[in-house]
């Protein structure tokens, strides 16, 4: 394997289809990525741990895995960015995807220019560009310490590793802590422009931060307004 070269992202196209790989790997080139391609879920799973890629594109049928169970291999071991890119449509199959740990959700067949500004919005994310600075960088919810500017979570005293896109979505939250944000604005501010009508993304993680953020029986940390929104608790 070559090395990067520099100022290029890597993607892992995790995709049996010959086809595809080949649509895929050259208009990415063309576009200043390198990818490395993984065919079943062994090599997906070594190439996650040794290419290090900045985002992986996934497709959920493959030969000798489930797709959902590799998304929640890949996501155990890794904070990349993931993107299922299948042609399973139901609804069931988008929310198990992001209930296992996806970012994001397409379905085939697809155009490279709607992928490509996905993958640019999930690096965006994954990269924490924030456009400015909060002005309190240290939002506290009981014994919930959320460290903005060193994008650190500590719930009682032990860290709590977030993925970017649930880091994302509570740094919206606490930025605004107390005051109540609707699905659009969630979406528009954590997954980008043309998502606001994704709302089963912001119900599948904040779910995904209540079961990291919030003790079975304790308060809430994360307060919902039946088909308003959300908002973080004050403190």
């Known amino acids: 394997m070559t090395a990067r070269d520099e100022g290029r992202s890597r993607v892992l196209l995790i995709e049996d289809d010959p086809n595809i790989v080949d649509l895929v790997r050259s208009n990415l080139s063309v576009r200043g990525f390198d990818t490395v391609v993984a065919t079943d879920g062994f090599q997906a799973l070594r190439l996650v741990d040794t290419s290090r890629p900045e985002i992986v594109l996934l497709d959920l049928m493959l030969p000798d895995v489930d797709g959902t169970d590799l998304c929640r291999q890949i996501r155990e071991r890794s904070s990349v960015a993931i993107i299922v890119v299948s042609a399973r449509r139901a609804e069931h199959d988008k929310?198990?995807?992001?209930?296992?740990?996806?970012?994001?959700?397409?379905?085939?067949?697809?155009?490279?220019?709607?992928?490509?500004?996905?993958?640019?919005?999930?690096?965006?994310?994954?990269?924490?560009?924030?456009?400015?600075?909060p002005p309190d960088p240290v939002v506290l919810v009981g014994d919930l310490v959320v460290d903005l500017g060193n994008q650190t979570v500590v719930k009682g005293g032990q860290p709590v590793h977030l993925t970017p896109t649930e880091f994302a979505l509570l740094r919206e939250l606490a930025l605004n802590q107390g005051r109540l944000l609707s699905h659009a604005h969630l979406l528009r501010r954590v997954w980008g422009p043309g998502y606001e009508t994704e709302t089963e993304y912001v119900r599948v993680y904040v779910r995904r931060l209540r079961s990291k953020l919030e003790a079975e029986g304790g308060e809430p940390v994360i307060l919902t307004q039946p088909r308003a929104g959300y908002r973080l608790a004050p403190n």
């Open 95 to 133: 929310v198990n995807a992001l209930n296992m740990g996806a970012d994001d959700y397409m379905t085939k067949p697809f155009g490279m220019e709607e992928l490509l500004a996905r993958m640019m919005a999930n690096l965006r994310r994954t990269r924490s560009e924030a456009s400015m600075e």
